[in-house]
């Protein structure tokens, strides 16, 4: 009798036992459910809501006090085709707004390719006219009666949206997103995948957060920058966290490890895990490293520099200007005139109203001896607004010595180029004015 009453006691207490585990099971099964990761990443962002927040009152506040106050986008005259091709498309009418979102969708895309540590047109100092085409419309277009064209680079957009979205659906599933929803996964697994998960997600949040940085050239505001390597700093840290994780999770992760969690920290990778990762590691690092050493040698030398800017950007205005002064005697030993010129020439072909390329002219003139050609770029000079104290200061000592022969020649063309100048100053003064009027009279019919 004691036997039985112990044994249904000892049952008893086995019952128990069993209903609380599975209880307790059940508890941990409902709190790792999807809906459970997504209240509690919820709850992780919520969290960090008025850190957002914060931010973006902060930069939107500031956005307006630079608009309140006519500063927020660089004024016509100090941007030039040669630096940013786009900037005047809309007000010129060149463009309408869907022009403008295709072509600087493709703008931010090199950008964010950049930061990958991907170049898709190559490197080069300096982007500005006609290095990088505008994506004209419509994107698809017949060449002749038989065939069609179209610009592929409308492409790059479309597959960074498709890849920004797979992110997503990676951060939120993992890698083995099926085999997570089984019925069979056990709850500590789960428990761990919660985690994981959380962590992913947080990662991206980071991670596009540092993409936001990419803000100032994304088309919204008039700015003089149009494609710069300075710009993908701050987006590129954020590339550095997202792929390092994913390298440290590759690394300590078995290809072949299909166990569970409860006893995978107890197994050893596979030596050939190990060599793999390894070798893809080195390859990366490798690759990297040798951009970076070749970019860096690059920029610390100034012909190095501008053969790279000329090869991916032959058609850069600013690199044929800037190549030429390399052979005009900036660098003695590379001294060649005819080269000078002939980059100069093909640098105001691309550009006619690109004035700067005046007072190279004159430079190499000078040092050819051709005196009237060096005189008349020099008036051409002077009226450029970009090479007008290095002119003036060139003029007046050329024609201190000029007219201090006494000749009536030089003084006759000096006095004809000094009339041409004093036209141009009054019309300019007249254009100004008439400008200032119609402005005042639109403030009036305003207020």
Not at 75 to 102: C, M, S, V
Not at 407 to 424: A, F, H, N
Request: glycine fraction near 4%.
């Amino acid at each position: 009798t004691m036997d039985q009453v112990e044994g249904e006691g000892g049952g008893e207490d086995d019952s128990l036992s069993l209903k609380e585990d599975n209880e307790e099971s059940d508890e941990q099964s409902s709190s790792s459910s999807p809906s459970s990761s997504l209240s509690l990443l919820l709850k992780t962002f919520f969290t960090l809501l008025p850190r957002y927040i914060l931010l973006v009152m902060t930069s939107v506040s500031y956005l307006l006090y630079r608009y309140t106050n006519g500063s927020l986008t660089i004024p016509d005259g100090l941007i030039r085709p040669a630096e940013n091709p786009f900037y005047n498309k809309i007000d010129n009418g060149e463009w309408t707004y869907q022009h403008r979102i295709i072509n600087y969708s493709y703008v931010l895309s090199l950008h964010i390719m950049k930061s990958f540590g991907v170049e898709i047109v190559g490197f080069s100092h300096e982007y500005g006219f006609d290095c990088i085409p505008e994506i004209k419309l419509p994107i698809v277009h017949q060449t002749s009666s038989t065939s069609w064209a179209m610009d592929l680079r409308v492409l790059l957009p479309l597959l960074l949206v498709v890849f920004f979205v797979g992110l997503v659906i990676w951060s939120w599933h993992g890698w083995n997103g099926r085999q997570q929803n089984k019925d069979a996964v056990e709850c500590k697994k789960q428990l761990t995948q919660q985690c994981d998960r959380i962590q992913r997600m947080l990662l991206l949040l980071t991670f596009f957060a540092w993409l936001a940085t990419l803000f100032p050239i994304a088309g919204f505001l008039k700015v003089g920058t149009f494609v710069a390597d300075r710009l993908v700093v701050a987006s590129t840290f954020g590339t550095c966290i997202f792929a390092g994780r994913l390298i440290a999770v590759s690394l300590t992760t078995d290809d072949d490890d299909n166990s569970d969690d409860e006893h995978r920290s107890t197994l050893a990778i596979q030596p050939k895990t190990i060599i793999k990762h390894t070798i893809l590691l080195y390859l990366l690092t490798n690759y990297l490293a040798k951009q970076t050493h070749n970019r860096t040698s690059e920029w610390m030398d100034e012909f190095s520099l501008l053969t790279s800017s000329l090869k991916s950007c032959p058609r850069s205005i600013k690199s044929n200007l800037e190549a030429s002064k390399l052979y005009s005697g900036l660098v003695p030993q590379m001294l060649d005139l005819d080269k000078a010129l002939s980059l100069i020439k093909n640098a105001h072909s691309i550009d006619p109203t690109y004035c700067d390329v005046h007072m190279q002219y004159a430079h190499v003139y000078f040092q050819q001896e051709k005196l009237i050609p060096f005189e008349e770029e020099l008036v051409e000079a002077l009226l450029c607004p970009f090479s007008m104290g290095q002119a003036m200061t060139n003029w007046n000592r050329y024609w201190q010595v000029m007219l201090s022969s006494g000749d009536s020649v030089p003084k006759e063309r000096y006095t004809k180029y000094m009339q041409r100048i004093q036209g141009e100053i009054d019309k300019a003064e007249k254009e100004d004015a008439s400008k200032a009027k119609k402005d005042s009279g639109r403030d009036e019919i305003l207020y």
